[in-house]
């Protein structure tokens, strides 16, 4: 084989360089036509979007610039008799919505064997703090303080405190026990508000 040219000019191979070049600019081009439509579409956005800005910021000061005038027109008196009258069927319902099956419930899984419940009263307070006076009859001062550690204990009840006690004569002690008693729903509110 033989190495050597003999030709008076060098021939190169220019095809492939030239078609190397002509890629190139190709992709260029390309390049250039997306970058050009993106821009085009990402200017066409913003304008949409700046004009819904200001339509949003014109409907805020016309919102704000009414509820100006809805305050200045109400009666801070009729408003005040509006709150009172709501604070009052809110205590209406709370007392209402109060579950009589969910303290027994309470008591029930609670109780020693060697307590008895002889009264149960509840007081619902203006600010919804329920109080429970119960009235229990047990054979020991300990019977009845591990009722009342055993109510402490399931978190629905709180600053159980016996505030009478009375021996009988057969034997047997009679306590009044008083305490906060936290409703499942309202547990959580009171608790966290301490």
Do not use: C
Not at 117 to 124: A, G
């Amino acid at each position: 084989m033989l190495r050597t040219n003999l030709s008076t000019r060098p021939f190169y191979n220019e095809r492939a360089v030239h078609a190397l070049l002509a890629l190139a600019a190709v992709i260029v081009v390309a390049l250039a036509v997306f970058n050009t439509s993106r821009v085009i579409s990402l200017s066409r956005r913003h304008t949409e979007l700046n004009a819904r800005a200001q339509t949003a910021e014109t409907r805020a000061g016309e919102l704000r610039a009414a509820a100006l005038g809805i305050r200045r027109g109400l009666d801070t008196k009729e408003l005040a008799a509006v709150a009172a009258a709501a604070r009052e069927a809110n205590a209406i319902i709370d007392r209402r919505l109060f579950s009589w099956t969910e303290l027994f419930n309470r008591f029930e899984t609670t109780l020693p064997d060697d307590v008895r419940i002889t009264s149960v009263r509840p007081k619902i307070d203006r600010d919804g703090t329920v109080t429970v006076t119960l009235g229990v009859v047990g054979r020991r001062v300990e019977d009845i303080e591990r009722f009342m550690g055993n109510l402490e204990a399931t978190g629905s009840f709180a600053d159980m405190l016996t505030r009478e006690e009375n021996a009988m004569e057969e034997g047997t002690l009679v306590a009044v026990v008083e305490g906060r008693y936290l409703p499942a729903g309202a547990a959580h509110a009171v608790q966290g508000g301490r």
